[in-house]
């Protein structure tokens, strides 16, 4: 049987608040890394800023040209995250969602 806590005017103890906050702070961290990924360097998010930038034009000449040669599939994640948006993973709509999106930049 486990150990019984008195709660005084609904308020946790100090302890058990310290782990509730480390629990939640790993919670937090493990769905931003399950969802956005591992948090990349500067030189991995110039390589993949180009690859996406070669992605997309590679895709644009198909487009006009329709030659096998050019062919890509350049998906709707793949654009968001070329224009910097930071929630560019697609998931299932809920009722109660912010559908705006997020932009890691500012754009003048």
Not at 89 to 95: K, S
């Amino acid at each position: 049987m486990g150990r019984l806590v008195l709660l005084i005017r609904d308020q946790v103890p100090m302890e058990q608040a310290r782990i509730e906050n480390a629990n939640r702070k790993k919670l937090i961290s493990l769905h931003r890394t399950f969802f956005f990924g591992d948090e990349m360097t500067d030189i991995e998010s110039a390589v993949e800023l180009r690859y996406l930038t070669v992605k997309n034009f590679k895709y644009d000449k198909y487009a006009r040209t329709k030659s096998a040669m050019f062919n890509s599939v350049f998906t709707e994640a793949n654009f968001r995250k070329l224009t910097g948006v930071a929630n560019s993973v697609l998931r299932d709509v809920d009722y109660y969602d912010d559908l705006r999106q997020i932009y890691e930049v500012q754009f003048y």
